[in-house]
């Protein structure tokens, strides 16, 4: 089957997913639940193809299709910001604050922490991604360290509203900056799109970008700025999905293996979209809403996780 037909198919069991979750089992008082639902749909959507393209973005320039976003922190950098409000005024503040407000400004400081370590570790030419990968993972933890240790001291009414941030949801997902989650994610993809051109080759590594005539650094700041911004785009919308990018992206490889990512990027998209779709069917359907998504997705993605690296450790 050609890649086009592939992608084609894929774009029909994903409107045939959305489908499904739109009329299945509707109530009496369908119209609530149709509207409902179709926002969770909208949310799906966004998410989806903001933690694809971040993902695929990333992978490509640390060029190993294991890592994803979250392990730079920004996911966990996001959990502090709003753990860190509720500790220092109290619950009561998130929730009074603007949602645009905050969602613009957790952006903003995931983007400058992203940059920061961009300056910080390529100000030399001897420093090297992998060393800023570590860099990363050490935050990451440290932001969680930080965290945990502020839900250990809030009141324990505040303890249960900071531990809803820390798990995606569909059905408490903020519509106030759903909107504007859909025109930064236009944007940014838009932006991207004048990098895909260079994907390919980034793919085969640093030293075989810059021999080809690439601007690596430049390339690589802005990449991740664009990776920065759709994070926090996904992150803030719904929550953290950690193990949907490497589910997703794996899943991808082995369904086009190729190595044109202007197939890959789409592919991915609706990969993720049709993963968030069934996920929130079993959630909502199957589980009556008992467990949310990021606990299935996690567990799915971890075993696929374990089993990456069990396989990964076999060819070695």
């Keep these: 089957m050609q890649y086009s037909q592939k992608l084609i198919l894929l774009a029909l069991l994903a409107v045939f997913a959305v489908c499904v979750y739109l009329g299945y089992h509707l109530p009496n008082r369908w119209e609530y639940a149709l509207h409902h639902r179709a926002l969770a749909v909208l949310a799906i959507v966004v998410t989806g193809a903001a933690i694809a393209v971040a993902t695929m973005i990333f992978q490509v320039v640390v060029n190993n299709r294991i890592l994803t976003p979250s392990v730079l922190g920004l996911d966990s950098l996001y959990l502090l910001v709003q753990t860190l409000i509720i500790f220092l005024f109290g619950s009561t503040t998130l929730l009074s604050v603007d949602p645009i407000i905050l969602f613009l400004g957790s952006t903003a400081i995931m983007v400058l922490f992203a940059l920061l370590l961009y300056r910080l570790l390529f100000q030399q030419e001897q420093q090297n991604l992998f060393f800023l990968l570590l860099v990363g993972i050490v935050f990451g933890t440290f932001f969680q360290s930080l965290t945990t240790f502020m839900e250990v001291l809030i009141d324990p009414n505040e303890f249960q509203i900071a531990q809803d941030i ?118 909502s359907q199957v589980f009556t809403f008992n467990t949310t998504l990021s606990i299935i997705i996690n567990f799915v993605g971890g075993v696929y996780f374990i089993y990456l690296l069990l396989r990964t450790q076999k060819k070695w």
């Design 166 to 283: 820390g798990f995606a949801s569909f059905n408490r997902m903020n519509l106030d900056i759903l909107w504007l989650a859909i025109g930064i994610l236009v944007v940014t993809v838009a932006i991207s799109f004048r990098y895909w051109r260079y994907f390919d080759v980034l793919a085969l590594g640093r030293e075989q970008a810059i021999n080809l005539g690439v601007p690596y650094q430049k390339i690589l700041r802005h990449l991740l700025i664009i990776v920065a911004i759709l994070t926090s785009v996904s992150t803030a919308l719904v929550g953290p999905l950690t193990f949907l990018g490497l589910l997703v992206m794996n899943v991808t490889f082995e369904f086009m293996p190729t190595f044109k990512h202007r197939i890959l990027i789409p592919t991915a998209i609706f990969m993720a979209i049709i993963t968030l779709i069934i996920g929130q069917f079993l959630v």
